[in-house]
C-alpha cells in the first residue's frame, strides 16, 4: 500500500481514506459518503502546549462522491 501511495504520490492516509470510503459503497450502496477524519491540533508553537491537558481535536466531516 504504501508503494501505491508514494506512486500516486499521495499520503497513505489517503489511501486508506479511500479504500474505506470504497467499502462503505459496498455495504451501504451509495455513490455518496461522508466520513467523520481526527484533525490533531496540537501545534508546537504553541507555548506551553506539554502541559494542557485539553482535548485538542477536531472531527471534521469528509464527503467523497464516487461514481463508476
Known amino acids: 500500500i504504501g508503494d501505491y501511495a508514494r506512486q500516486a504520490a499521495v499520503t497513505l492516509g489517503a489511501v486508506c481514506l479511500s479504500a474505506f ?24 508553537r504553541i507555548q506551553g502546549i506539554e502541559r494542557m491537558m485539553a482535548c485538542l481535536i477536531n472531527l471534521l466531516p469528509v464527503r467523497i462522491a464516487i461514481s463508476d
Do not use: F, T
Open 21 to 44: 470510503a470504497v467499502l462503505l459503497r459496498q455495504i451501504c450502496r451509495e455513490d455518496d459518503i461522508l466520513v467523520g477524519v481526527v484533525s490533531a491540533n496540537r501545534a508546537h
